[in-house]
């Protein structure tokens, strides 16, 4: 096998789909602390889904999606210099921290957390009507424990 058939989503371990969600759920919420501004985060929460490049009966990712909008529009770049600094400690390293080609030119922050197995994609919606970040972040790839079954949400 070469590099290029090699899975580039990390391996995570083993656990319950449960305990990854909940894991999950938990660096949302650091997320959302990080953010150090008031603000309401949006109600969906994390998704299961099979892990690319390996057997979807027996390995799985979480993935969660949200928005956060800031109570104060002035607040959405604040709320992104904060990310950037916290997501930049405690196991955390930026990767990649970019303007799109979107015509709004927003902002993009990509960080991920290797003893965590976890990374966050933010992007500042910052020019739309509601200042808001879309944030998402993912886990690596979980395997599920012998004799369990994957709960897909």
């Known amino acids: 096998m070469n590099n290029d058939d090699t899975p580039k989503i990390p391996l995570a371990g083993t656990a319950r ?7 999950v759920k938990a660096v949302s919420s650091q997320i959302y602390e990080f953010t150090g501004v008031p603000g309401k985060a949006s109600e ?3 998704g ?3 892990c690319e490049g390996r ?8 993935y969660h999606p949200w928005n956060f909008a800031p109570t104060s529009a002035a607040d959405n770049d604040v709320a992104m210099k904060h ?4 997501l930049s400690t ?3 390293v930026v990767k990649d921290d970019y303007v799109d080609n979107s015509p709004n030119k927003n902002r993009n922050l990509v960080a991920d957390n290797d ?5 966050v994609s933010v992007v500042a919606y910052s020019k739309d009507d509601r200042p808001s970040l879309g944030i998402a972040v993912t886990s690596g790839c979980y395997r599920v424990p012998e004799g369990e079954t ?3 949400s």
């Open 83 to 86: 990310l950037k600094e916290k």
């Open 115 to 119: 003893s965590k197995k976890m990374s």
């Open 48 to 50: 299961v889904k099979a």
């Open 17 to 23: 789909t449960d305990d990854a969600v909940a894991a």
């Open 55 to 62: 057997d979807p009966e027996k390995y799985f990712q979480v």
């Open 44 to 46: 969906p929460g994390p």
């Open 150 to 152: 994957i709960k897909h």
């Open 90 to 92: 405690g196991g955390w």
